[in-house]
């Protein structure tokens, strides 16, 4: 995936850039390994954008929503799996640099370490008409100095 990193969670590693979720160390007695630092984070959940024209890729935001994380899955509505695959990218051109979503498989976008992303820079094309993604933003949340 340009411009970060697209994790499918039910998959391992392959040519495409997509990986699984790697379990987290843990010592013999099954406490953790490792020290993790807890980060706090503004969440914001989008309604669905979806695409009624499958030839035709449409931006994920008008507007510019910058974010170090999301999760995406394929989805008519909230509670709706698409019925067939969505492709997302960082092109306005029809299937040029798309990654597949799954129906209903949640998939994840990191920034590189210390980056953002924005979704506005971010295209999704259908293979069914009315398919679409329901998408949550993370990001760092605002301190006050």
């Not at 709706?80 to 092109?91: E, H, K």
């Not at 040029?96 to 992303?117: C, D, K, R």
Request: glycine share 10%.
């Amino acid at each position: 995936m340009q411009n970060g990193v697209l994790i499918q969670a039910s998959k391992g590693q392959n040519s495409d850039g997509i990986h699984k979720r790697q379990p987290v160390a843990c010592d013999d007695s099954g406490r953790l390994a490792q020290t993790i630092v807890p980060t706090q984070l503004t969440v914001e959940t989008l309604a669905v954008v979806a695409n009624a024209d499958p030839a035709t890729p449409v931006v994920l935001s008008g507007s510019a929503k910058w974010f170090t994380q999301a999760i995406i899955s394929g989805k008519k509505d909230q509670t709706t799996a698409n019925t067939g695959i969505v492709y997302i990218g960082g092109s306005s051109t029809n299937g040029e640099n798309m990654e597949e979503v799954l129906p209903g498989t949640p998939y994840f976008i990191s920034a590189p370490a210390g980056g953002a992303l924005n979704l506005a820079d971010f295209y999704m094309d259908v293979a069914t008409a009315n398919d679409g993604l329901a998408i949550t933003l993370f990001k760092p949340a605002e301190t006050s100095s």
